[in-house]
């Protein structure tokens, strides 16, 4: 079946994928950067879960056992990484310096050390800025209002490394295009992805010079083209898929399809590991032999893309019967086989200020009695819990409090105090265990990697910020999460359990002042009036009662936009006379039964009696009659 061809409609956005250069190991480094030079590996329960690239060249790896590391590198500097406390602020830093640069906020999280951000806003915007005349001296704008923020760059080449080296990639093809503007297709792309590059290059610059941190990006026109491309060259570098993305001649081939072709369908993002091992097993016609050793599990087997697309009848609809099944999504074969030609329409998300859910787990190498399991809930909780108020809780300023002084009545400013509050409180508790299954007969085990999940509401008690974290702790474990544990294994032991997770998830914000809430709150609104209308209080002179010669009195009263709260008997002589047609005396300007001022005047047409200065007003609208 030949290749799908892409939709250049697919291609109007630019996207740019930053990766975090062996993340965990670079927050200990930022902590302490004599580390950088030696060979680090970051360590939970026996396993590397990651190295910097010092101890990568020495033969270090993911995934590796502390003891074969140790044999590999014995110099190896070995830090716990258990606590992700400080992985997850670093995590929140680095994306709130990137999201900045999102105009329209699409900003999304993927994990700790990887953040997508939409910047088709902020190259379209520069794009229809250039000076055609002078390209090779542009400016790039990164602010709409102030046009001095921002930074010179040379239009006439791409800036980092690029994917593959073409004549669309020389800065003849690319002065070219920019000496005409009109021109579309390839030319119009590739001076979208030209700017791109020059604003990923400043933005790691940046990143680097204010944090300290240093990341790999790829640029390209949707997630899953830009993600893969990063990959290609690390550390702290760049990629930049280049055009044509269609075939747009007959000797030229989409670099869209040569580059999606070369990976293995397992290295795919959106194709999972059973995803793939279901494939693999149709193109091979068996089962793919798979690497028993790896921590966690993988295929020996390499099955590239190009194998899957280019055989024979395959298309969505064989897909859909390959995948599809009890609990598969609908369509799964039309969304595989779009990320198989390198399509991807998936949106950016917009910047949350709090997250989705909240989940913490926990992998085991056996887990198969009450009390552990109890032990391993209150580690976990506790975990919980206290990411729940870390993420989900905000400080806001209460007004100033008074107190009395020490043996006196005076009272004096305290200061403000400060309380916090929910800014989503989630409605479900999950919990997930992974058990193994039972030893075969002949002494093996098949590796299972399903999961399954009990749910129930989030229970209240959760939310009080008074009662101790330890306190809370123990009344969701016997109260919740042991009841559900018992609804999911109803075996009083022998489960083996691998992994377990319970997680805060299906959560409802609350109204806040940040545009991202679903409200606004109320409450602050009303302690801010007084600060807010500041600006529209003013003095007003008003005409008052007349005397006998016929000279108005005016009496100068404060109109105040705030309300009152002091009734006018309680207030003193000097206050009331700051009332309008309130007399010295205390009688009121208003007379008689008919509620009428003083001084009033008559219409001779209708006879409305009114005040003398709507009388003009009153005329002119008998006028219209």
Not at 4 to 10: I, T, V
Not at 262 to 284: M, T
Not at 427 to 440: F, G, I
Request: aromatic residues 8%.
């Amino acid at each position: 079946m030949a290749p799908r061809k892409l939709d250049m409609a697919k291609h109007d956005r630019v996207i740019l994928h930053f990766d975090y250069d062996a993340f965990y190991a670079a927050c200990f480094e930022v902590q302490n950067p004599a580390l950088r030079s030696l060979p680090l590996a970051v360590q939970q329960k026996q396993i590397i879960v990651t190295c910097n690239y010092e101890a990568r060249r020495r033969g270090l790896h993911k995934l590796q056992l502390i003891k074969e590391a140790r044999r590999a590198c014995p110099d190896v500097v070995v830090l716990l990484g258990e606590d992700l406390t400080p992985f997850r602020n670093a995590s929140k830093k680095l994306y709130n310096f990137l999201r900045k640069y999102a105009w329209t906020d699409k900003a999304e999280r993927l994990g700790f050390d990887e953040v997508f951000l939409d910047v088709s806003d902020v190259v379209v915007y520069n794009l229809e800025l250039l000076n055609y005349n002078n390209s090779s001296c542009s400016f790039f704008h990164l602010n709409r209002n102030d046009p001095t923020i921002g930074f010179p760059f040379d239009l006439t080449s791409f800036v980092g490394c690029t994917y593959p080296e073409s004549p669309f990639t020389s800065s003849s093809f690319i002065s070219s295009i920019a000496s005409s503007p009109e021109a579309g297709g390839i030319g119009d792309l590739t001076l979208r992805l030209v700017l791109a590059s020059h604003l990923a290059q400043h933005l790691r610059h940046l990143l680097e010079e204010q944090t300290s941190f240093t990341a790999t990006v790829g640029i390209s026109t949707n997630k899953l083209l830009s993600k893969l491309v990063g990959n290609v060259n690390k550390p702290n570098s760049q990629t930049t898929l280049v055009p044509p993305y269609i075939r747009a001649f007959d000797d030229i081939d989409s670099n869209v399809t040569a580059f999606v072709d070369a990976h293995d369908i397992g290295r795919i993002p959106g194709i999972g590991f059973k995803l793939a091992q279901k494939i693999r097993k149709h193109v091979l016609g068996r089962e793919a032999d798979f690497d028993a050793g790896l921590v966690y599990g993988g295929s020996k087997e390499k099955v590239h893309v190009r194998d899957v697309r280019l055989l024979a009848n395959m298309g969505p609809e064989l897909l859909d019967r390959i995948l599809g099944g009890p609990g598969s999504p609908q369509g799964i074969g039309a969304r595989i086989w779009s990320l198989l030609n390198g399509v991807d329409d998936t949106e950016v998300g917009k910047a949350r200020s709090v997250p989705r859910q909240i989940s913490i787990e926990d992998s085991y190498i056996r887990l198969d009695s009450i009390n552990d399991v109890k032990k391993e809930l209150k580690t976990l909780g506790k975990s919980l819990v206290r990411r729940l108020q870390l993420d989900l809780t905000e400080y806001e300023d209460e007004e100033d409090i008074l107190s009395n002084d020490e043996g006196g009545s005076e009272l004096r400013k305290v200061g403000p105090i400060q309380s916090k509050r929910w800014m989503a409180f989630p409605q479900t508790l999950r919990l997930t265990t992974r058990p193994r299954l039972p030893m075969n007969p002949d002494g093996t085990r098949t590796r299972s990697f399903n999961r399954i999940c009990r749910s129930s509401r989030m229970p209240s008690f959760v939310f009080s910020l008074v009662q101790s974290i330890d306190d809370l702790v123990e009344k969701l474990v016997n109260d919740f999460l042991i009841p559900m544990f018992h609804k999911l294994h109803p075996e009083h032991s022998g489960w083996n359990l691998s992994l377990v997770n319970i997680a805060a998830t299906n959560m409802v914000e609350t109204a806040t002042n940040s545009k991202e809430s679903a409200g606004r709150d109320i409450g602050k609104m009303f302690k801010r009036q007084e600060d807010v209308l500041k600006e529209w209080r003013f003095d007003d002179v008003i005409s008052g009662p007349w005397d006998d010669k016929g000279v108005v009195q005016e009496h100068t009263s404060q109109i105040n936009v705030a309300t009152e709260s002091e009734p006018i008997e309680n207030r003193s002589r000097n206050s009331r006379l700051q009332e309008p047609w309130v007399y010295e005396d205390g009688v009121s300007s208003w007379n008689g039964e008919d509620d009428m001022p003083d001084g009033d005047a008559e219409c001779k047409l209708c006879g409305a009696k009114m005040f003398r200065f709507a009388m003009s007003a009153h005329e002119q609208w008998h006028s219209q009659f």
